[in-house]
């Protein structure tokens, strides 16, 4: 799992958060299966990138889910920067051999349609690209309910963790079977 502060469980215990959660869920109905959790809170795009060789060869992972981009997009970075970041990470997993995943981010509206729109697409266009599977934004069913977001309105509370589990868990499960 290479992600941001969504996945390094930002503001809750590790052990509440989702991809503990679904590592909880993967060793009790897919043994043999384990995440490592290479999510810091506040990386971008660049960051993770930095760090992937480092990652790939201490864990040679058979998947990567990739969670990135939202703090390219709340810090107004270009998104064709953004992208080619994406892809590159998506490339170097494959380059390994593992089988990736993409999770769609979002951020506000405040930061203008244009920019927000093109942010948005950019996660299908480097899906498509890279020919990875999108996961749906991973806050759907999350952002816009108080009682699952924390007070800054951004990170998810320890309630809304095993609801981000169910949105990973289909785009997940198949390819634990290849």
């Known amino acids: 799992m290479l992600g941001d502060s969504i996945s390094a469980a930002y503001g809750i215990q590790r052990e509440q958060g989702w991809v ?3 590592d909880q869920y993967l060793t009790a109905n897919h ?3 384990r995440v490592v959790n290479a999510s810091i809170s506040g990386e971008t795009t660049g960051g993770g990138l930095a ?3 480092g ?3 201490s864990v040679a992972p058979k998947i990567v889910i990739v969670e990135l981009g939202g703090n390219d997009g709340l810090r107004g970075y270009p998104v064709q920067k953004m992208k080619d970041n994406l892809l ?3 490339e170097l997993s494959h380059a390994q051999g593992a089988s990736t995943l993409l999770a769609e981010m ?3 509206p405040n930061y203008g349609r244009r920019y927000t729109e093109a942010f948005r697409a950019s ?7 890279a020919n990875t599977e999108l996961i749906p934004f991973l806050l759907e069913e999350v952002a816009l309910q108080p009682e699952f977001m924390q007070n800054d309105g951004i990170h998810p509370t320890a309630a809304a963790q095993p609801l981000i589990v169910d949105a990973v868990l289909p785009y997940l499960l198949p390819l634990l079977r290849q």
């Not at 996660?123 to 690209?129: S, Y």
């Open 20 to 22: 503990h959660l679904l």
């Open 51 to 53: 760090r992937l060789p």
């Open 55 to 57: 990652v790939l060869d």
């Open 31 to 33: 043994p043999g299966w």
């Open 123 to 129: 996660f299908k266009d480097v899906a498509t690209t």
């Open 88 to 90: 590159r990470i998506l």
């Open 106 to 108: 979002q951020i506000p």
